[in-house]
């Protein structure tokens, strides 16, 4: 039998979860589904709100990527999101089905751990993506990590590849 995979073997958080998503429904519907997953300390809040907060004590931050526009100058890249936060200890997940946007890109670059939703993703898939961010691992595979893609702000829109918080650079020395 195969040992568990790192996003397998995680359990529910042990901190309190935010989820960050502007659309009400979707953020209520994702947040039922981890509570019946066994997530039991997790709010729904919009972006505004989620930075505000940021300063609060730590926990998990579910990110939807699709929500994340901040304001200003650098409205619509979601690292205006992570880093606050990133800053004030949070581990951020970045949902979205952004695989080779400059959205996804920037979320990793800010030190956002990724999920890539995908249409045949369960629930039950999601929960474990979510407990194992929680936990300190990524779920997002290496490889996956360390794909290059397009980044706002940098010539040729091609970023660096992304290594998870923590985690030596995956690149060829």
């Given at each position: ?41 997790c ?14 004590a ?34 951020v ?45 990524d ?14 702000g ?14 030596p ?5």
């Open positions: 039998m195969r040992p568990p995979r790192t996003s397998e073997a995680a359990g529910p958080p042990r901190h309190p979860t935010v989820i960050i998503d502007d659309h009400e429904l979707a953020g209520t519907a994702l947040r039922d589904a981890l509570v019946e997953h066994g997530v039991t300390d709010t729904v809040v919009a972006v505004a709100e989620a930075l505000t907060r940021a300063d609060q730590p926990g998990l931050a579910v990110l939807d990527l699709s929500s994340a526009a901040g304001s200003g100058p650098r409205a619509g890249d979601p690292a205006a999101v992570v880093e606050p936060l990133r800053r004030h200890g949070w581990t997940l970045a949902l979205g089905d952004h695989r080779g946007t400059a959205s996804f890109g920037s979320a990793l670059a800010a030190g956002a751990y990724g999920h890539n939703l995908t249409a045949g993703d369960s629930l039950a898939t999601l929960a474990r993506a979510v407990a194992s961010a929680a936990q300190g691992r779920p997002m595979c290496p490889a996956e990590r360390a794909r290059p893609r397009p980044s706002p940098r010539p040729g829109g091609e970023s660096a590849p992304r290594r998870a918080p923590g985690q650079d995956p690149r060829p020395a």
